[in-house]
């Protein structure tokens, strides 16, 4: 099984850098992805990490540390338009088949 | 192609009777995912296809439920015998393969169950 955690919710300023932490503890980790779901909204693919490092994309950047079962998502020049749920992904292959399970999100609120 | 499509984006349904959700994922892509979310949850994971075939799933669904990818393209997931506790948004995503990392999702079905 998979366990997946990460903040409830966060508060950030206009204009700021706000982190958002994860963690997880999986037995078959091959992946981590970060989605981004405004409300009432799919989720839309923001980043993925399989390998130890920073993933920088614009103003979005994912860290990962395998061995500490840790990843960030880094927002920068956060902008009203970045309020949203920001969801943990861990892709598992345990059991033989390739699962990705969801963490409960992190709810993003940028205020002027 | 226009993504993935999900139909209807919303039901309503009396508890006890059965409902059929239907995915259209984009063409290409071979595995098909079903997730339920719930308010302020994140996605959980209810099954998943590689073509045709069911590769798993989860504890989370019951007997009543079963899903279906009978040609490796399109994907229904039935729910028989309606609970409130089924009231949900039903997510459908696809990807392609292994080597593609992202899963394309449709915008959902809202089931409401009274």
């Known amino acids: 099984g998979q366990n997946i955690d990460q903040p409830t919710e966060m508060t950030a300023t206009e204009g700021a850098i706000v982190q958002i932490n994860c963690t997880y503890q999986?037995?078959?980790?091959?992946?981590l992805f970060w989605y981004q779901q405004h409300a009432g909204e799919a989720p839309t693919f923001l980043s993925y990490?399989?390998?130890?490092g920073l993933e920088e994309k614009g103003r979005f950047s994912s860290f990962l540390s395998r061995s500490k079962g840790y990843s960030y998502l880094l927002l920068k020049e956060l902008q009203m338009k970045d309020s949203a749920s920001y969801l943990c992904?861990?892709?598992?292959?345990?059991?033989?088949?390739?699962?990705?399970?969801f963490g409960t999100g992190t709810k993003l609120q940028v205020i002027p | 192609d226009t993504g993935v499509s999900q139909n209807p984006r919303h039901k309503i349904t009396k508890r006890g009777q059965n409902v059929t959700f239907r995915c259209d994922p984009i063409?290409?892509?071979?595995?098909l995912y079903w997730y339920r979310q719930t308010l302020g949850q994140g996605p959980e994971f209810l099954t998943y296809?590689?073509?045709?075939?069911?590769?798993?799933k989860s504890r989370l669904l019951s007997d009543r439920f079963s899903a279906e990818r009978p040609k490796g393209s399109f994907s229904t997931l039935e729910i028989q015998r309606t609970e409130q506790g089924d009231s949900a948004m039903y997510l459908c995503?696809?990807?392609?393969?292994?080597?593609?990392?992202?899963?394309?999702f449709g915008q959902g079905t809202r089931l409401t169950v009274v």
């Open positions: 992904a861990v892709r598992d292959r345990s059991g033989g088949y390739q699962k990705v399970t």
């Open positions: 990490n399989v390998l130890d």
């Open positions: 063409s290409e892509h071979n595995r």
């Open positions: 296809f590689q073509n045709e075939a069911q590769l798993e």
């Open positions: 995503a696809s990807t392609l393969g292994q080597l593609n990392t992202e899963a394309f």
């Open positions: 999986t037995s078959g980790f091959n992946g």
